[in-house]
């Protein structure tokens, strides 16, 4: 008798305008939002390349140590084509140095506001999916009992023997296997989309992401079919369902995860950036204000009226290189580089301090709203994709985590070789040839630097050394989760919606039980 009544249900679904719209609109929607994010992908794999291209021939151009300050370029996620999570609002690549922790990717959407929130969700192939698939699921359910108490046939079914569960179960697995179709038509539609573009592969693990994309879909599927069949349970009237059915799917999809953005940020209070930017620049100005302080003292100890150069190059992060210099200078740049970058290393080490405090309320922030949004299904569901597809903030924070560890490797490794206390870290001239002021007064004497005769020796212009060999140099190389790990930090997510569900059902199992079917 179920299969019976759930045959029934579903063969007059599948001949309904409700099924009829509802499968077109997967037909117009999910491919117009498939080739959008295949094209922003492909969009975002070229520009990694450019910008991988470029920090590759940087890097091979490097002639001296202390112009190694790698720069990690982060590979567009291909699960990112279902579901962006926030990699809008983050760059795409790290800039690491020794003077500061890195933080987030260069180029996000700014310090003033939390990137690990959003306010609006992006139109995302699991966007859709929650959307459409939701409507559909409530479109279909509402009117499931008042329709057939409206029309008398449920006192009939129930005079025949049928019992209320069994009624319960058939009238769900018509809608089920109704509407199941539809959503294995959208992923089969986008698989397909994904397997004809060029340029777009899926490791084994990102395949496994899909199916369990698939699986989390399914149960966000059922919640929301027991939702329409609890609402139409408590009502008397299908106009009365529709109604409440409408008002509860603008409440769950689009009120209640910005009311949870705006939430965690109003009871959870992160250190205004602003702040954390003013006490960075202080341990700044306190670096800068030891180093002329070690400058002149290195400078007094060395009995030097000043520091001249011939070829010297500077910048940000302890950047020197120099070429045909005396060797009274070279000395003086060691002296002061073997005190100035542990120094430099200190002074990252408090920023961090404000860093991670900062860091740490935004993550406070992020996991308040997570909690929050728990009221929605489509948040909670939103919330797996992104997980999945390594798009979600947690992956980010385990990106940057492991950003920092390979910092940390590139600090040893300077350690180990101790190139701050060495002359290659600022210059490739061999100190055989350097020259001793009073050796240069001399030659300046016997008419070496005569303006007509005068020619630079090769060995003082850089274009004489050739670039480093940075064989041994730590690399970073990104350990992405695999399909376990990826698994394993989705599974709460799963459960909890599963737990939803189970929670839903119970309620609709007591409402129906107390139906009147006059």
């Known amino acids: 008798m179920i299969w019976l009544i759930a045959k029934k249900d579903f063969l007059l679904n599948l001949t309904s305008p409700r099924f009829i719209i509802g499968f ?10 498939m080739i959008v ?3 922003g992908y492909r969009n975002q ?5 450019v910008d991988q291209a470029e ?11 202390s112009a190694v300050r790698p720069v990690v370029v982060a590979e567009p996620q291909p699960l990112g084509i279902f579901t962006r999570g926030v990699s809008d609002n983050m760059g795409n690549q790290v800039n690491v140095r ?10 996000h959407a700014g310090t003033r506001d939390n990137p690990l929130l959003n306010a609006f969700f992006s139109i995302d192939f699991t966007t859709v999916i929650a959307i459409l698939m939701s409507l559909l699921a409530l479109v279909f359910s509402y009117d499931l009992f008042t329709r057939e108490r409206e029309e008398g046939t449920m006192k009939l079914v129930f005079s025949n023997g049928v019992g209320r569960v069994a009624f319960l179960a058939a009238k769900f697995t018509g809608l089920f296997i109704t509407l199941v179709p539809i959503l294995a038509f959208s992923f089969v539609l986008s698989i397909l989309i994904i397997v004809l573009s060029p340029g777009v592969a899926f490791s084994p693990s990102d395949w496994t992401g899909v199916v369990l994309l698939f699986g989390a879909a399914l149960i966000y599927l059922v919640v929301f079919i027991l939702l329409g069949m609890l609402i139409s349970a408590l009502s008397k009237k299908s106009s009365t369902a529709i ?3 409408l008002l509860a799917w603008v409440w769950l999809l689009f009120l209640v995860p910005d009311m949870a953005y705006y939430g ?9 950036y602003d702040n954390v930017a003013f006490s960075l620049d202080e341990v700044d100005r306190a670096f800068e204000k030891a180093t002329d302080e070690r400058w002149e003292k290195v400078q007094k100890e060395m009995a030097l009226d000043g520091i001249g150069h011939w070829n010297w190059n500077g910048g940000r992060d302890g950047y020197d290189e120099m070429y045909g210099c005396v060797y009274e200078t070279y000395e003086f740049h060691r002296r002061l580089n073997t005190w100035r970058e542990p120094e430099r290393l200190a002074s990252a080490d408090k920023k961090w301090v404000y860093q991670k405090e900062w860091l740490d309320g935004l993550i406070k922030q992020e996991n308040l709203r997570k909690v929050l949004s728990w009221l929605s299904p489509a948040e909670m569901f939103r919330q797996v994709a992104s997980s999945l597809c390594h798009t979600s903030p947690s992956s980010y ?7 920092r560890r390979y910092r940390e490797s590139l600090v040893r490794y300077f350690e180990s070789k101790k190139l701050f206390e060495s002359y290659t870290y600022f210059t490739q001239q061999d100190p055989a040839t350097f020259l001793t002021i009073e050796q240069m007064n001399q030659m300046e004497r016997d008419g070496f630097f005569d303006t007509q005769n005068f020619k630079v020796p090769e060995h003082w212009d850089s274009e004489y050394y050739k670039p480093l060999n940075l064989s041994d140099v730590p690399v970073f190389v990104y350990q992405q989760p695999g399909a376990l790990a990826t698994l394993g930090s989705a599974m709460g997510l799963i459960a909890a919606l599963l737990g939803v569900a189970i929670v839903v059902l119970i309620a609709v199992i007591a409402a129906f039980m107390k139906y009147d079917v006059r």
């Open 24 to 33: 077109l609109l997967c037909v117009v929607i999910i491919p117009f939002t």
């Open 37 to 39: 994010s295949v094209d």
């Open 45 to 49: 794999r070229r520009v990694y390349e």
């Open 55 to 65: 920090v590759k021939k940087n890097w091979n151009e490097i002639k001296v140590y």
């Open 98 to 107: 020794l003077g500061e922790y890195p933080l987030f990717p260069s180029g």
């Open 243 to 245: 109604v409440v059915s």
């Open 264 to 272: 965690a940020q109003s009871l959870s209070k992160a250190v205004p």
């Open 397 to 403: 924070l385990a990106y940057m985590d492991q950003v």
